[in-house]
């Protein structure tokens, strides 16, 4: 038991090593407070392995799944902050009317020239939504509240940012999932 | 909204979910249909990968070199969960939603009703204290431990199909990134298609892509041999997938130090000395 004990904490370090500045990243960029982000780094790590057997190779990398877990904990922490009303902010929308974002902005959010391109292929609206929901965790609802559209209008709108990424970012190997239909069944 | 979603429901909300944009309700209902239906889980893992992509991309920061100790003490303090009890949440997990949690954040046998009721006040201090001895006792001799045992080698499988898992994907990215990387075109010996080794000499990792294969009886495969120093060893098997395309990561370390040739055959899984020559290329 010793030995399988021991085995459990060297591939676990290995995890970590390999992957403690991604998962840090994503919980940084949205909680904005390394304290925060440094109990939802820990949860990440504990939830992955604990929930190693659920991790399916088909669905994407380690490091996607990882990564998916870390956002999720992270949105969830930031949701709770805000209704305790427990100094974690909202981030204000950017406005649409501006015609680009600034490069020096981009390059900060971003370290992938490919995902910059991608980003500034969106339109106005489309990048408005995708920073309240990816950075701000707000939900469809809130989204259309704050911005006073229909939630129909910002579920397109995340619709369309999707697939203008995976088109700019995913080879194109078979049809979008989204297009295909149901098998009966 | 129904907890009950139909599929053109949830296609409709598998984007808001892999953006995390839904309401608790909304997502617990598109995540019980995908439980169920292979179709949608398919979208919603499709749209999770590009989100995914953005997650990727954001700048690394490093975290204070404090967290790693707390992290896998933290890991050494909790237990393995069974998959079949999480259910659909094999990318996420609620904490609001997890039973395993306890109200200040313990987990696994600390977080049971068992525990919670025991450090209740309204228990008297001395049956309190009787049952504290013995109740974990009992629970561990012929609950937890025998669990334990049982999972183990389940536990350990699991870690050693991930840490395979791991290896591999870097062999991948890094035989794909390295800019010493060389693209071998393999010359088709008979039959059509295509295959090219990507090989890095620096660390000797190679990749192996073959496309456009040609049909073949369901129990045979496509063999690799690498031949250099008076040998000709086997190192691996594929078989094309849907679209005809087939690869293999070489092993590593490869097993002859320094190969001249690689080769690849078509015949019997069972048999691969009984194949026929395909594409060979020299290194």
């Known amino acids: 038991m010793l030995d399988v004990e021991r085995g459990r904490q060297a591939a676990l370090a290995t995890l970590y090593d390999r992957y403690s500045a991604a998962v840090y990243s994503v919980a940084i960029a949205i909680l904005r407070d390394p304290s925060r982000a440094q109990d939802v780094a820990q949860e990440a790590f504990v939830r992955s392995w604990t929930h190693a057997g659920s991790f399916d190779a088909d669905r994407g990398s380690v490091l996607n799944w990882l990564l998916g877990i870390t956002r999720h904990l992270a949105i969830d922490e930031l949701r709770r902050a805000w209704r305790a009303a427990d100094r974690a902010e ?10 680009e974002l600034p490069d020096a902005l981009l390059e900060r959010k971003w370290r992938s020239q490919e995902v910059r391109e991608a980003l500034v292929r969106l339109s106005p609206v489309q990048r ?13 609802t809130e989204v259309a509240a704050r911005l006073e559209i229909p939630t ?12 203008s990424l995976r088109a700019a970012l995913v080879p194109p190997e078979a049809p979008a999932p989204e297009a295909q239909q149901c098998r009966p069944g | 909204m129904s907890s009950r979603m139909s599929c053109a429901q949830v296609t409709e909300h598998v984007v808001a979910y892999a953006w995390e944009a839904l309401d608790p309700e909304e997502r617990i209902a598109v995540q019980g249909h995908c439980s169920e239906c292979p ?129 591999a994907d870097e062999r991948i990215e890094w035989t794909i990134r390295s800019p010493t990387t060389r693209t071998i075109a393999l010359s088709p010996a008979t ?57 293999l990561l070489l092993p590593d370390p490869l097993p002859i130090a320094d190969p001249q040739r690689i080769e690849i055959t078509r015949g019997p899984t069972a048999h691969p000395d009984a194949g026929e020559l395909e594409f060979t290329a020299s290194f």
């Open chain 1, 90 to 99: 909202r981030i204000e929308p950017s406005d649409p009317a501006d015609p």
């Open chain 1, 128 to 140: 408005q939504t995708v920073e309240l929901v990816y950075f701000g965790g707000y939900t469809l």
């Open chain 1, 152 to 163: 129909g209008t910002v579920k397109s709108r995340l619709n369309a940012a999707l697939a």
């Open chain 2, 39 to 167: 179709d949608c889980d398919a979208r919603l893992a499709a749209a999770r990968r590009v989100v995914g992509l953005l997650d990727e991309a954001l700048p690394r920061v490093e975290p204070p070199t404090e967290l790693r100790a707390r992290v896998l003490q933290a890991v050494a303090s909790s237990a393995p969960v069974d998959p079949g009890a999480i259910g659909s949440e094999r990318f996420t997990a609620s904490r609001e939603a997890d039973p395993r949690v306890g109200p200040h954040g313990q987990r696994g046998w600390r977080s049971t009703p068992v525990f919670r009721w025991l450090l209740g006040p309204s228990i008297p201090p001395l049956a309190a204290a009787a049952v504290v001895l013995v109740v974990p006792l009992l629970t561990w001799a012929f609950l937890v431990r025998p669990y334990y045992e049982a999972r183990l080698s389940a536990v350990q499988a699991e870690l050693a199909r991930l840490e395979e898992q791991l290896a």
């Open chain 2, 191 to 247: 039959g059509s298609g295509q295959a090219a080794l990507m090989f890095d000499p620096e660390r000797r990792w190679g990749m192996l892509i073959a496309q456009h294969l040609e049909p073949m009886p369901v129990d045979w495969a496509y063999h690799v041999w690498l031949v250099g120093g008076g040998q000709r060893l086997h190192v691996g098997s594929f078989t094309p997938d849907d679209q005809a395309t087939g690869y």
